[in-house]
């Protein structure tokens, strides 16, 4: 049972440091997709995030609406705008986790615009096969978690760290995967990495499962009487 741990939506100074604290703990890094609009507020935050070695991916500019249902664009500028603050501090290894609407996985996750842009810049696009939905359920999200991760050999674990109390059950999550054997890694499987450094790794069939063919919102320009 392989386990990747990533923290989406932050940094926030009441959280981030906590889910640190426990990561430094245990030994282990994580994957943190992080929005442009929290880092412009808590900087410092992403700046000791990666100091204690974690990977930091991009997760929009205000993680407000997936981008498959954003004109190009603007959708384009969900990332760019977030770039310009995080992609000092990625490198080479740049990461994008699209906004799935409560975990969702479909079309509506990139327009064709997104993709060409997360292409041409060398990106990697970060899925998940393991929702903790510890929003829904702050104090008893462990348990059905760790029945998703028996499930399957590789999971990608998405958790939030924001204020809501969930994460101080962090530790004992990571303390019972740890009972079971688990081994914790960075790495992601292929099934959550349809775009590796801007090369597809999915075949035209499966990534038009979470690529629109053309974003709602253009549709509806196109359709709308001038």
Not at 35 to 43: I, T
Not at 62 to 67: D, F
Not at 215 to 222: D, G, R, Y
């Amino acid at each position: 049972m392989k386990v990747t741990l990533t923290f989406d939506n932050g940094p926030h100074p009441d959280v981030t440091p906590h889910v640190r604290q426990v990561l430094r703990a245990h030994g282990l890094h994580a994957h943190f997709f992080v929005v442009g609009e929290m880092v412009r507020k808590h900087g410092d935050e992403l700046v000791a995030t990666l100091d204690e070695g974690h990977r930091i991916g991009n997760h929009s500019n205000t993680h407000s609406t997936p981008l498959g249902l954003i004109p190009g664009p603007q959708g384009v500028a969900e990332v760019a705008l977030a770039d310009e603050i995080i992609g000092k501090y990625c490198g080479d290894a740049r990461a994008f986790r699209p906004f799935g609407g409560r975990g969702a996985v479909g079309p509506h996750l990139l327009s064709p615009s997104v993709w060409d842009y997360l292409s041409r810049n060398g990106y990697s696009c970060v899925l998940w096969n393991c929702l903790a939905y510890e929003w829904e359920d702050i104090n008893g999200w462990v348990e059905p978690t760790l029945e998703r991760c028996r499930s399957q050999s590789h999971s990608v674990v998405v958790l939030h760290d924001l204020p809501s109390g969930a994460m101080l059950h962090l530790d004992r999550f990571i303390r019972s995967l740890r009972s079971e054997g688990a081994e914790f890694t960075l790495d992601f499987p292929v099934d959550c990495l349809p775009l590796s450094q801007g090369k597809a790794a999915w075949s035209s069939s499966a990534l038009a499962g979470i690529v629109a063919h053309q974003s709602v919102a253009e549709q509806h320009v196109q359709e709308t009487p001038e």
